[in-house]
């Protein structure tokens, strides 16, 4: 599956807006949106320009594309899946975003970012439902668990907080590096400045 893999302070700076995807590191004073907030490849003084209603669809499908770190291909098929689906197409969009393997994990505080998850999952660290899983893209489901490997646990004790709050839609055994997921995430339940509505139009057109 192709990825991207060039910086990430580039994209947050596209979307001008902080995207966390380099964890810890966002909340410092080394982030690029805290030194420089312009595009890459436009100057301060360059216009103040009225976007177009293209523009501002546009805008809102790539910061969600940019913070799950997928693709358009990807993206596009979780769309169609949640078309499919009886219910509120951009929330069940973003459901389907949520339940990815790779997103659980950072959800759950084993991993600073998403990129970093992806990492971890790919490299056999985690079980799911008691089976070896490299899959990021894995959708969980009500009732599915995962558990960290024992021999794995000293590369996420860094990152791993006790005090960390997990969503309430998944709960965490910390002492034994075991999470499970509750039930589907309600829209106000999903932390993310995302306007699912504009992406749902974008589509439909």
């Keep these: 599956m192709a990825r991207y893999k060039g910086p990430s302070c580039r994209l947050c700076r596209r979307e001008g807006k902080k995207l966390f995807l380099k964890g810890t590191r966002c909340n410092t004073e080394k982030c690029a949106m805290e030194r420089r907030e312009t595009p890459p490849g436009e100057s301060p003084k360059r216009g103040m320009k009225r976007a177009s209603g293209y523009k501002i669809h546009l805008r ?30 951009g929330e069940i969009l973003l459901q389907l975003l949520e339940r990815r393997l790779d ?3 950072y959800r759950l505080g084993f991993a600073s970012s998403r ?25 969980l489901k009500p ?45 106000d339940e999903i932390p993310l400045d995302i306007r699912e509505e504009l992406i749902i139009e974008l589509y439909s057109k």
């Excluded at 499908?61 to 993206?75: D, L, N, P, V």
């Excluded at 990129?115 to 959708?139: C, D, E, M």
């Excluded at 021999?151 to 965490?172: G, N």
Aim: zero cysteines; proline letters at 4%; hydrophobic letters at 30%.
């Design 143 to 187: 009732g599915d668990q995962i558990r960290l490997k024992e021999k794995s646990r000293k590369i996420v004790e860094e990152v791993f907080k006790p005090d960390k709050e997990i969503p309430t839609w998944l709960s965490l055994d910390r002492s034994n590096f075991k999470g499970e997921m509750i039930n589907l995430p309600k829209r």
């Design 115 to 139: 990129r970093s998850a992806r990492q971890l999952v790919s490299h056999r660290h985690f079980l799911v439902n008691g089976q070896k899983t490299n899959i990021p893209s894995y959708l």
């Design 60 to 89: 809102e499908k790539q910061r969600a594309k940019r913070i799950y770190g997928i693709m358009e291909h990807q993206f596009r098929r979780y769309y169609e899946l949640a078309a499919r689906k009886k219910g509120i197409t």
């Design 103 to 105: 997103n659980i994990v």
